[in-house]
Structures are given as structure tokens and as C-alpha cells.
């Protein structure tokens, strides 16, 4: 029966996901949602994700929503004695850590990007920049500690956070002041694993960049 | 030296963490650490933690921030064995994505409590209002598919959403509409730990309910 992914590309967490997939060699069916035809609202779609979210996994009658969730699952399931996530409790634990603060990472880039895509509001946009990059400040702070993100090796924290940090960089933010956080990025964009991100972030970057350039022009 | 928790009695994040503290026998001190008087903003704290929150967790060397990842760090550390945080990967998983959900939750609650704590506008608590009601119907969902949150017995997942809806409870937001989660949260009460997040959701349930009074009190004046 396998696995089946409901996603669509240029989501930042979907990424996150595929990423963990092809690290693991895992085979998996890809159902394409698009969230603003209302694929995650149908009856059919709610009874397997009540929070109406992508990615949504399927192996056999697990469904499961949250893609950090996912891909700690991944690991315990298919891959338990895999580095990406280690099972002693100090390690794993900084990995968990690094995990939350991604979610943070991608609020704050809905914040940026929502805007934009469901309101055509540039302002608003534009206001929730600096948000973000403190959080990417936060990230250098942490990688002045440790050579990846949750540690001495890879781990599903690197995986997740390049997923976010990656379209930062797309956007065309400005990332001039985390040169860590840039070498890193060059880091992780070796991986092999990371061919699962290039499309979808190349997708949300031009997105964004024509999307506020229009606007932007539109407000003048 | 022990566990250290860095953080307060009134932040839910931090109760969560002393909830599971507690669950699993676990003595550990707290150490008062106020964000709001720049207290995570010293070069110390940010050693510890950069991302400068509440709760930080110190043992034995390791540095911790984010409350659900100390709470299953104490688990997986200090009892292995415990149904609280379920071994078997599909039923740690559902654990997992609940406590993802109750990330949201958090931010729902803050920005309600923000809205009047530092904005002190009553049309932005409005505003954040529904934010609190669409996830309470979610966890009115979950609530329907098992009778605790994750499954059929108590896990840290519960643990942690519990730090927030008592929270919700003690500000007095209506939680009326949902028969499921005023049942499961009856039951939280009577676990026998469940005191130690008590003082610190009615503190902060009657400073959002004063801010609440304040603000309106405002209102009314101006007109």
C-alpha cells in the first residue's frame, strides 16, 4: 500500500517533508492539494485532517498532519537507529528544540507571504519582514554553537529549518548579516536530500518577487 | 545541581513543563526569570538560550529552550517507560502532532491576552477572538475521536494543552459551546499533580480578566 503525501510544493513544511522522504529513500504517492480551491476543506478531506492543513501523511490507517510530526515519524518507523534523529535523550532533545523553533520560522513567514497571496496587502507584507529575520538572527546565534543546526551532523532540524531558510533566500531577503546561517545554507544545499526543495522554493521565490514587485509598483 | 527551570508560574508554556515534572516524580527548581524585565535579554540567559524564552531548562550542561521539547526530554530521560510519552511510533506520532496543534493554541491565547495586555484595544480582542474558537473546536474533535487527547489514557500532549485551556477557563472566555473539552478538562483537574499548574492559570486568567475590565472601562469613558 505504501505511503501517500497530500501537499503541494511550494508550501515551506511540504518541503520539509519531501526532503525527509528522499533523505530516508522512501517511496511515497504524492496527492496534489491546492489550498485555495478548497481541497483541504471537503468532508472527505476533514475527516482525515480536522485542521484542514498540508502536509497530511497516509500509512495505511495513520493520518497524520504536522510535518515536524511527520518526519519524526518517518525516523521511528522506517529508519529508528538513522543519525538524522538520534535516539539519546540529550541529542534528540536539542533536535526536538530546534524543531519548535522552526515552526516559529514558518509563522513568520506566513506573515509575509499571506498577505500578499490572499489580500494583495504589500504593507501589511512588507511590516513582517523584520520578524523574520530576527528569527533568522536567533539561527546564527545558534549555529555560532554548533556546525549544524542541532548538533555535529545532520539531523531533521537542519532538514526542516533549510526547508524555511531556503525561501528566505528566495524571496531575495536580506540574509547579508548571517554569515553563518549563509554557509550553512551551502551546507545543506549539497545534500543530496535537498534536490526535493529546489522546485517548490524556486516556485515560492518567483511567486513572491513578482507577486510584491507588482504591488509595490501599484502603490507608487 | 538537578534540573533548573528558568521561567514562571503564570506562563503556560512553563506549567506544561512543571505538569510533566510533576507526572513523572521529577524534583526540580525553578528559577524566576521575568521576560518582561529584560531578564532573557541578558548576555547569561542568551548563552543559554538565544532564542531568549521562557521556559529554558538547564541539566547538567545541556541548555534547553521550547517547553514541549523539554517536556518529552525529561520524559525520554528520566522515565523511558512512561505511557505519558508512548513508545510505539504511530501512537508517539499522534502524541507529536497534538502537540504541534497546541503550538497554535499558544498563539491563539497570546494574541488574545496581547491584544489587551499590551495593545489594550477590546476591537483587537474581538478580532483574536475566533482565532481561540476555531482551535477550541478542534480540540473538540480530537475529543470526539478518543477521551484524551492523544488516544485512550493521559499523555504529555494533554499535559501541555491543559496549561493553556485552563488558562482560557480562568480568563473566563466562553468555553460553553464545547461539552467534549469542559468533560476532559474536569478530568485533568483531578489528576493528582494537576496543582501545581493551578495558581499560576487563575494569575494569569485574572490579569487578562482585569486588563479585560480596564480596557472596556476605557471605552466607555472616552464615549
Not at chain 1, 9 to 21: H, K, M, Q, W, Y
Request: aromatic share 10%.
Amino acid at each position: 500500500m505504501g505511503l501517500t503525501v497530500f501537499a503541494f510544493e511550494a508550501s515551506p513544511p511540504c518541503r520539509g517533508v519531501f526532503i525527509t522522504l528522499k533523505a530516508l529513500g522512501l517511496e511515497y504517492e504524492l496527492k496534489q492539494i491546492d489550498t485555495k480551491a478548497g481541497d483541504t476543506r471537503t468532508p472527505e478531506y476533514l475527516e482525515k485532517n480536522p485542521q484542514h492543513t498540508v502536509p497530511l501523511l497516509e500509512d495505511g490507517d495513520l493520518y497524520l498532519a504536522e510535518s515536524r510530526a511527520i518526519s519524526t515519524y518517518l525516523v521511528n518507523k522506517y529508519a529508528p537507529d538513522s543519525d538524522l534523529y538520534p535516539k539519546d535523550p540529550e541529542a534528540r532533545a536539542l533536535v526536538d528544540s530546534r524543531l519548535f523553533f522552526d515552526v516559529g520560522l514558518n509563522t513568520a513567514l506566513l506573515h509575509i507571504l499571506k498577505p500578499l497571496k490572499y489580500d494583495g496587502d504589500i504593507a501589511r507584507s512588507d511590516a513582517a519582514i523584520p520578524a523574520l529575520l530576527d528569527l533568522i538572527n536567533i539561527f546564527e546565534a545558534m549555529l555560532a554553537k554548533s556546525e549544524y543546526a542541532a548538533g555535529d551532523h545532520v539531523t531533521l532540524a537542519d532538514l526542516a529549518i533549510v526547508a524555511n531558510v531556503s525561501t528566505a533566500e528566495a524571496m531575495g531577503l536580506d540574509l547579508s548579516g548571517v554569515p553563518k546561517v549563509r554557509a550553512w545554507l551551502d551546507k545543506i544545499k549539497q545534500l543530496p536530500c535537498y534536490e526535493a526543495n529546489v522546485q517548490g522554493v524556486t516556485q515560492l521565490g518567483v511567486m513572491y518577487k513578482e507577486g510584491s514587485t507588482a504591488l509595490r509598483a501599484k502603490a507608487q | 545541581m538537578g534540573v533548573e527551570i528558568y521561567g514562571s508560574e503564570g506562563s503556560p508554556a512553563c506549567r506544561c513543563v512543571f505538569l510533566v515534572a510533576r507526572a513523572i516524580g521529577l524534583d526540580y527548581t525553578l528559577k524566576p526569570t521575568n521576560p518582561m524585565a529584560g531578564e532573557t535579554r541578558t548576555e547569561e540567559f542568551l548563552r543559554m538560550n538565544p532564542a531568549h524564552t521562557i521556559p529554558t531548562m538547564a541539566d547538567d550542561g545541556l541548555f534547553l529552550g521550547e517547553s514541549r521539547a523539554i517536556a518529552t526530554y525529561l520524559i525520554n530521560k528520566y522515565a523511558p517507560e512512561s505511557e505519558l510519552y508512548p513508545r510505539e511510533p504511530a501512537a508517539r506520532a499522534v502524541v507529536e502532532q497534538r502537540l504541534f496543534y497546541d503550538v497554535g493554541l499558544f498563539a491563539a491565547l497570546r494574541s488574545v491576552l496581547g491584544a489587551l495586555l499590551y495593545f489594550k484595544s477590546p476591537e483587537q480582542f474581538e478580532a483574536a477572538l475566533p482565532q481561540v474558537d476555531e482551535c477550541m473546536e478542534l480540540l473538540e474533535t480530537f475529543l470526539k475521536r478518543s477521551p484524551f487527547v492523544a488516544g485512550d489514557h493521559v499523555t504529555v500532549a494533554d499535559l501541555a494543552i491543559v496549561a493553556n485551556v485552563s488558562t482560557i477557563e480562568a480568563a473566563e472566555l466562553d468555553l460553553s459551546r464545547w461539552t467534549r473539552v469542559q468533560r476532559w478538562l474536569a478530568k485533568m483537574k483531578a489528576l493528582p499533580y494537576y496543582s501545581v499548574n493551578e495558581a499560576g492559570a487563575q494569575y494569569l486568567g485574572g490579569v487578562f480578566k482585569k486588563a479585560l475590565f480596564q480596557a472596556r472601562k476605557a471605552k466607555f469613558s472616552a464615549s
